[in-house]
């Protein structure tokens, strides 16, 4: 029997420090010294904007990473003007945003990850990564040392759309060979979860609470429920 996991990446793999509002202070402690914002300045700013904050929205015409991170670069620019920089400072932010963001050595492997991906494949599960995140996601997989781990490295800045779009889960059933059973791992109820199950893909939130039928404290429960 052919059987995979579609595993969500931040959150539930890695983590970065501070996600995104932290790498726009990060941009400014590089470039703006003394600049006097902290993250709560910030992330008001960010809590919509982003592709995944329309998930009912297909990006296909985004599917390349410089068309993506000229969407995205838009937005933001704005953020950065709106706390009060020209519009030559915001940009040249938003370029050290991108540079930061998509810097592997920011992200954090969680110390359960690669020995349960190690167990679930020595039991024979195939694993794939099916996750909201930068057209640079393969990239940080393989600078993490754990791409050799994963059949396929899905990211929907170029598979052009959120989850829980179905399609984002069909196409990741898709890259998987259409398996006999699959499961969804990750750490946001509705994204992950709800997403998953609306098209018949059982799943598991781990690493917190949230409505869901199947939780995990940690990925060593994941290898409990699947088996």
């Not at 993506?68 to 940009?91: I, N, S, T």
């Not at 640079?136 to 899905?154: A, H, Q, T, W």
Request: hydrophobic fraction near 45%.
């Amino acid at each position: 029997m052919d059987r995979v996991i579609l595993w969500d990446f931040d959150g539930t793999l890695a983590w970065r420090e501070g996600v995104w509002s932290g790498a726009l202070l990060q941009a400014l402690d590089e470039l703006e010294p003394g600049h006097g914002f902290v993250r709560d300045d910030i992330h008001p700013r960010i809590v919509s904007g982003f592709p995944w904050h329309y998930p009912d929205r297909p990006h296909l015409h985004l599917c390349r990473a410089d068309r993506w991170w000229a969407h995205l670069g838009a937005h933001l620019a704005w953020v950065f003007r709106d706390l009060g920089f020209p519009a030559d400072r915001a940009e040249a932010l938003v370029r050290a945003t991108r540079c930061i963001y998509t810097d592997a050595t920011s992200f954090r492997l969680y110390d359960d990850a690669v020995p349960v991906l190690e167990a679930l494949r020595a039991s024979g599960w195939r694993h794939v990564i099916l996750s909201n995140h930068v057209p640079e996601l393969p990239n940080i997989v393989r600078e993490l040392g754990i791409l050799p781990l994963f059949d396929d490295v899905l990211s929907s800045a170029l598979i052009g759309y959120e989850k829980p779009h179905p399609e984002a889960f069909a196409i990741g059933l898709r890259s998987a060979g259409e398996p006999d059973e699959v499961w969804m791992v990750g750490d946001n109820p509705v994204a992950d979860v709800q997403g998953a199950e609306a098209v018949g893909i059982p799943a598991i939130l781990v690493r917190r609470e949230g409505e869901a039928a199947r939780r995990a404290r940690d990925l060593w429960g994941v290898v409990e429920i699947v088996g």
